[in-house]
């Protein structure tokens, strides 16, 4: 697999997001979406962003092991740096890998009947409000162990995971109807680690450039091999 670390001025990305949409420039997962979008097009579906001053780096696995050329002249314009990092993974390799994610989880029944009438409307809660867990860290865990277990993903967990933050953060998210073109609201997130076997090479790397989770267009449901993130963030 093949992971991808762009780096630019933050000031020049959220330039080129507000040329994009001066409505949702001021959020920073707007903001690297639109940069990654820009340049990967289809080829990055989830990263992380980090920011040091000016500094902005986005981090996500591509896809295939080919080298992804900018796929317009506008990029130019970012005056961006990209390197991709090459990382190898064979099966029975246990591996930590770094976690950021959003853990929501849609509940409630059909949204509209056969009438068009709204019978049972579907709503967003945070994973850790569907059971009785001791706790946010215990419900992700279990959240996450979950995903880890489906077979789909090529792995399987070898560890419970170690959370550094679990707190909600605010977000900038646009309405399709009303007035006011955007709206502020709080969702869960975490960011930790989880220690896993890999037991098939081709669904895991399937599995890893999917993503978990809502909002991975916005800088979360990333799952990067810790070893290549610290080679990259050092």
């Known amino acids: 697999m093949l992971i991808a670390d762009l780096t630019l001025p933050a000031s020049r990305a959220r330039w080129f997001a507000e040329k994009s949409d001066p409505t949702t420039a001021s959020d920073r997962g707007y903001v690297a979406r639109t940069v990654a979008m820009e340049t990967f097009k289809e080829n ?3 990263f992380r962003v980090y920011e040091n001053g000016d500094k902005m780096k986005i981090v996500g696995l591509v896809r295939g092991n080919e080298i992804v050329r ?15 990092i090459p ?6 390799d246990e591996i930590w890998l770094e976690v950021l994610a959003c853990p929501l989880k849609s509940v409630g029944g059909r ?34 162990q979950h995903l880890l277990k489906d077979p789909d993903s090529g792995c399987l967990p070898m560890s419970v995971a170690r959370f550094r933050h ?7 998210r646009k309405r399709h109807k009303g007035p006011v073109p955007t709206h502020s609201f709080k969702a869960p997130m975490f960011d930790g680690s989880i220690k896993v076997k890999v037991l098939d090479v081709a669904k895991f790397e399937a599995f890893l450039f999917r993503g978990i989770g809502r909002m991975r267009a916005f800088g979360f449901g990333a799952m990067i091999p810790k070893e290549a993130l610290n080679e990259i963030l050092q």
């Open 166 to 172: 679990v707190e909600p953060f605010q977000v900038l």
């Open 70 to 84: 900018p796929r317009s002249v506008a990029v130019d314009s970012l005056k961006h740096n990209i390197e991709f």
């Open 87 to 92: 990382f190898e993974v064979n099966e029975g």
């Open 44 to 46: 990055m579906r989830t």
């Open 111 to 144: 949204r509209n009947d056969k009438d068009g009438a709204n019978e049972k409307r579907r709503r967003t809660i945070d994973v850790a409000e569907s059971r009785n867990y001791n706790g946010r860290p215990a419900a992700y865990n279990a959240w996450l």
